[in-house]
């Protein structure tokens, strides 16, 4: 399989080839029998079965060579049903063969793009060292029995803190207007649920940031710029599958990284992380902390607003246009 016959775009790619013949007779016919599967084709619109007694329409088919030199596409069901186990042997080589250049086509273009991510990537390390101290810096604020309390509840999706009030003066008439409860006991005394603070960017609290960061992205990318183009054809089956795997989830998983980054951003506000004496969080140690966020968060409304890691990768993808 030295050649290329990745490129049939059309039925005419296939016409135009020296020895292709859109109709011919095989076993038991003639004297004719299937050779080579050359390569899958897949068009836009139906072909004819090249095979004269089948004719059939497909989308999907093979090209095939034949015992007297000649080529022809034919469907994968004929194949099976004319040409039986060889044809599908070699079809499964050739399917193998297509997958394994794709996948190749795949890493090579990861590999090709990082240049162009350099400070994209940096500025996901940036945003993971920095929210990764401040979380130290929380954990030693409020202690770890108050951040265990509160990834129990960033993982039951408890962002709303509220607290239970009994009903008093109007609300307690209003109460009894609209119920026929008796008046007048006192332990399942009319209350309500009152809101006291709403909790934010708790998906950060939950995630598990270095994983997400790190080890799925980060990490793999790095090995990946180290890896040279044209040795990636000669990496071992399973090392290509996965990696090419892999490198088809990187856009998503850039997303998932910048949606928890602005979470953990949520997250880390000056009046965020004072909301979390409601949640028995002491108001001492914190203090310090909330006093500090306050700062920062001054400092940035004076001076420009600092690049998100959204922004960073806005400008990449500019800059990949203006390559092109
Ligand atoms: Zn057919």
Same mark, same amino acid.
């Given at each position: 399989m030295d050649q290329d016959y990745t490129h049939f775009e059309s039925y005419e790619d296939l016409l135009a080839r020296? @020895?292709?013949? =859109?109709r011919l007779e095989f076993h =038991? #016919? @003639?004297e004719r029998k299937m050779s080579d599967v050359l390569w899958p084709y897949k068009f836009l619109e139906k072909v004819n079965c090249g095979i004269s007694v089948c004719r059939q329409l497909h989308y999907h088919g093979y090209l095939i060579t034949t015992s007297d030199g000649l080529e022809t596409g034919i469907g994968v069901d004929c194949g099976r049903k004319y040409f039986g186990l060889k044809f599908t042997r070699q079809r499964q080589r050739v399917d193998q063969e297509v997958a394994r250049r794709q996948r190749i086509r795949a890493v090579k273009g990861m590999i090709d793009q990082l240049p162009a991510m350099v400070s994209t990537l940096a500025q996901i390390k940036a945003d993971y060292q920095d929210l990764q101290d401040q979380k130290q810096r929380l954990m030693g604020a409020i202690g770890p029995g108050i951040y265990a309390a509160l990834k129990q509840r960033a993982e039951k999706d408890g962002a709303k803190i509220t607290r239970i009030v009994r009903l008093i003066g109007k609300d307690l008439e209003a109460y009894y207007a609209t119920t026929n409860k008796p008046k007048g006991r006192q332990d399942d005394a009319p209350h309500r649920e009152e809101l006291i603070a709403t909790l934010e960017g708790l998906a950060f609290v939950r995630a598990r940031m270095k994983d997400v960061l790190i080890t799925n992205l980060l990490e793999p990318l790095q090995a990946l710029s180290k890896c040279k183009p044209d040795e990636? @054809? #000669?990496?071992k089956v399973r090392e290509l599958q996965k990696t090419a795997k892999w490198v088809g989830e990187v856009p998503q998983n850039l997303i998932k990284v910048q949606e928890l980054i602005a979470a953990g951003r949520r997250f880390f506000t000056s009046e965020n992380i004072a909301n979390l004496v409601h949640i028995g969080a002491p108001a001492g140690p914190l203090a310090q902390f909330v006093a500090d966020l306050k700062t920062e968060e001054q400092k940035r409304t004076i001076t420009a607003p600092a690049i998100s890691p959204v922004r960073a990768l806005d400008s990449f993808e500019e800059k990949e246009e203006i390559n092109e």
């Open positions: 020296e @020895g292709f013949r =859109p =038991p #016919q @003639g990636v @054809g #000669q990496w």
